[in-house]
């Protein structure tokens, strides 16, 4: 059953109120309390308002003043703390937009640095790759095969330095919101192709079979090849990196439409936790962010490939089964001309 609203129900201290205001006594109270539990044992709705009528403890117009004054506290107490919550509220919107613009600050501040160190590391790197080169090719005198296979075995340090610094340098562009493409038609086949021809070596050196279907006769896309290639290669050498040996990994690029291109890398490796899908285009994150996990990296490569993707328009999909494989695939707009 509901209870009626009543004013007496709003006002549930109506008693104390009484007393303490000098128009009942304790006694009077007391014997009222005592009325309204006889009344209600005998299934009588009793209010206290009623049971001080009833009683002649009150009159109509001492209990209707009272209700009232107590109404009006409670609602200048409502409204004070009303406006205590919306100055809470605007108090704390100012924080939290403080907190982001701080944020937004050290997140310029880091691309900055990233950006500015790997300029810096860039010249002393081109120095170094330069005299390797030279002491390979004897410019600087004759190597035995000891010598020469140490210096091949700096070579490939070196290159792999360099790639980092161009991610690093990549990434703090996209940080920065500047990123630019250079749009021209692209042969994808041939981007295809080349890739392939670049991680066949990493492939056999892990004994992982590298498989692909890419037809000839794509039409073009109008892309940055050097950053759709890189973005291509980046996805190809992590699913070789995450596919145990005697695992297979496929590029896959095909015309799914009249204007649209499909490219797919699939593995059979170690697949992606459920929870991780999100998180594994985050900058700077590891499936595995143990000191002593088992697969080497920054955590910038999936985070620049979405980067990549997402400035030429396109979204980047996963699909992904823990210990099963993982299939990474994107789509691009394909022209009318056909190579």
Same mark, same amino acid.
């Given at each position: ?18 007393? #303490? ?47 009232? @004054? ?13 406006? %205590? ?16 613009? @701080?944020? $937004? ?10 950006? !500015? ?11 170094? @790759? ?13 190597? !035995? ?8 075995? #700096?070579?490939? $340090? ?28 692209? !042969? ?13 070596? @990493? ?21 940055? &090849? ?11 050498? !992590? ?19 009249? +204007? ?20 594994? %285009? ?36 996963? +699909? ?6 993982? &299939? %990474? ?11």
């Amino acid at each position: 059953m509901t209870t009626p609203l009543t004013p007496e129900v709003l006002v549930p201290r109506l008693g104390e109120y009484l007393v #303490s205001s000098g128009t009942i006594t304790d006694e009077d109270l007391k014997k009222a309390l005592a009325y309204q539990q006889e009344q209600q044992a005998a299934g009588k709705q009793c209010y206290l308002g009623e049971a001080l009528l009833e009683l002649g403890l009150v009159n109509r117009r001492q209990l209707d003043h009272a209700v009232t @004054k107590q109404i009006i506290q409670l609602r200048n107490a409502l409204e004070d703390a009303n406006r %205590f919550l919306e100055r809470r509220v605007q108090e704390r919107t100012a924080e939290l937009q403080e907190a982001l613009r @701080k944020l $937004s600050e050290l997140s310029q501040l880091k691309a900055n640095f990233v950006a !500015n160190i790997s300029h810096e590391l860039r010249t002393p790197l081109t120095h170094v @790759k330069g005299y390797l080169e030279l002491l390979v090719t004897g410019a600087l005198g004759e190597l !035995n095969d000891e010598q020469r296979n140490a210096l091949q075995v #700096s070579q490939r $340090s070196a290159g792999q330095l360099e790639n980092l610094i161009d991610s690093l340098i990549l990434f703090s562009q996209a940080a920065r919101g500047e990123m630019t493409l250079h749009l021209t038609p692209v !042969n994808l086949s041939k981007v295809a192709g080349d890739v392939i021809r670049y991680s066949r070596i @990493k492939a056999n050196n892990r004994n992982v079979t590298l498989e692909y279907e890419i037809p000839a006769d794509l039409p073009l896309v109008q892309a940055d &090849e050097e950053k759709i290639s890189w973005a291509i290669l980046q996805l190809l050498d !992590n699913a070789i990196k995450f596919t145990p040996a005697g695992g297979r990994v496929a590029l896959v690029v095909q015309l799914e439409s009249d +204007n649209l291109i499909m490219v797919a890398v699939r593995d059979t490796g170690i697949g992606i936790p459920a929870d991780k899908l999100e998180a594994i %285009f985050e900058p700077f994150f590891q499936v595995d962010g143990s000191s002593t996990r088992r697969y080497g990296g920054t955590g910038l490569g999936l985070a620049l490939v979405r980067e990549i993707i997402s400035a030429h328009g396109s979204i980047i999909e996963i +699909n992904s089964t823990e210990g099963k494989g993982s &299939e %990474f695939r994107f789509p691009l707009l394909a022209s009318k001309i056909v190579m």
